[in-house]
């Protein structure tokens, strides 16, 4: 073997040589976005626990060569142990996934696999957190941890404007099957209108896997943008004079009432929706180590180390099924615009079941809060807040918002698992 062999496989192996060939420039375009997200995420502070690992996790599956991610182990939806476990390739195995409907591209690379096999990389054992629904479940218990539902049972009206805040996702169900995708899609697409990052993942791991990459930017990138996208809506469909009304303080909950409510709501919804049992168990879960007085330790692991580790693997993985081959694509930019349209209906299906409701109502709701219900916690109420009083400077809309506010999050798992029990 002369020198020049080795050096010669040395340059294939380099990214530089890899990126001029076919496909390469996907590569190249991607690590552009990525870095365009680490700046909204660094830069702009727009969800930055997420947008930065979630670009990062982007950055490193379109690294040239890095093999950190193999689309190939969960090609059909389905997670192939076998080929984990190191069973080799098979050319039965890949027209099997090509009858499923998988991308070329990907069965091309699995193609030069045949009668080998595939090292799993580093992504790959993280992103099965993703695909077993294990994260978003952490993530939930605490959002639990860190969630008071106190201003929903002061106002169980408010949980009527959750509800009604789904909306947006059913109307872009529809929206979606009229462009063509199947229902297992638009269930996943639609679910960004419930402006919650880890339902969003939990429901697209199970019903369209493929799409992971591009729905959960869209929706992590709506919910960093709701100061930007709610305020020209609400005040579309609100007069001034609604928007100055001003709400009289909550009455205080007491410590029986908020023990109780956890227990209570995931009975309630597991036996309404069975495959929202895990959601809102976490999320519930999460609640009762907060309120229960006796689990102060749980309850300030599960809202600080838990939910921090839980958020690195889950962005970097989530952002790594965003390779070229699958986010380039007409359909990345149809979600984009359906995801906005999804977010966009929930907000106006809030605030107009909150104008419906002053019509028979006393004492008036401010329409305002009724944007709350998209779930995106606190911001969203945060946002009611700020656009109150610039009408009413007197105005304190923020514990009146935070009732809907977490009755979305409520909501929109129950939702993922209407979304889940139809398509899966």
Not at 242 to 263: A, D, G, H, Y
Not at 273 to 289: D, E, Q, T, Y
Not at 321 to 332: D, E, H
Not at 388 to 396: D, I, L, R, S, V
Request: charged share 10%.
């Amino acid at each position: 073997m002369g020198w020049t062999e080795p050096v010669i496989r040395f340059i294939h192996d380099t990214g530089f040589y890899l990126v001029t060939q076919p496909g390469g420039w996907k590569n190249l375009i991607m690590l552009a976005v990525a870095c365009f997200l680490l700046y909204l995420g660094i830069g702009k502070k727009f969800e930055p626990l997420l947008m930065v690992t979630i670009a990062f996790g982007m950055l490193m599956t379109n690294l040239p060569g890095a093999n950190m991610y193999h689309e190939i182990f969960f090609a059909g939806g389905h997670i192939h142990w076998d080929l984990i476990g190191g069973a080799p390739m098979t050319q039965e195995f890949i027209d099997e996934m090509a009858a499923l409907g998988v991308l070329p591209s990907v069965l091309e690379v699995a193609r030069n696999y045949i009668g080998q096999t595939i090292s799993p990389g580093l992504i790959d054992i993280l992103y099965l957190g993703v695909k077993l629904g294990i994260y978003p479940c952490l993530i939930f218990m605490g959002v639990g941890a860190m969630t008071d539902f106190g201003p929903l049972i002061a106002n169980p009206k408010s949980l009527l404007l959750g509800a009604a805040a789904q909306v947006g996702i059913f109307m872009t169900y529809t929206g979606c099957r009229l462009l063509g995708f199947t229902g297992r899609e638009a269930g996943s697409i639609g679910i960004i209108g419930g402006a919650d990052g880890p339902t969003a993942i939990f429901v697209t791991a199970m019903l369209a896997p493929a799409l992971l990459g591009p729905i959960a930017v869209a929706a992590y990138s709506y919910m960093a943008l709701v100061p930007v996208i709610q305020p020209p809506i609400m005040r579309a469909l609100t007069t001034p004079e609604e928007r100055k009304i001003v709400m009289k303080p909550l009455r205080q909950v007491s410590k029986l009432e908020k023990i109780v409510f956890p227990i209570m709501v995931t009975i309630f919804v597991a036996f309404l929706v069975p495959s929202a049992g895990p959601l809102i168990a976490c999320l519930m879960l999460g609640n009762l180590f907060r309120e229960c007085g006796v689990t102060e330790r749980l309850s300030k692991t599960v809202q600080n180390e838990l939910i921090n580790i839980v958020t690195i693997f889950l962005g970097v993985s989530v952002g790594a099924t965003a390779t070229g081959t699958t986010f380039l694509s007409l359909q990345t930019i149809e979600i984009m615009v359906m995801g906005i349209v999804a977010f966009g209906c929930g907000t106006a299906g809030g605030v107009l079941l909150a104008k419906f409701m002053n019509l028979f109502l006393k004492e008036k709701i401010n329409p305002l809060i009724g944007s709350a219900g998209v779930s995106a916690v606190p911001m969203a109420a945060r946002v009611s807040q700020m656009v109150g009083q610039k009408e009413n400077p007197a105005n304190f809309l923020l514990m009146h918002a935070m009732g809907p506010n977490v009755a979305g999050v409520i909501g929109s798992a129950i939702a993922a698992g209407v979304l889940i029990s139809l398509f899966r």
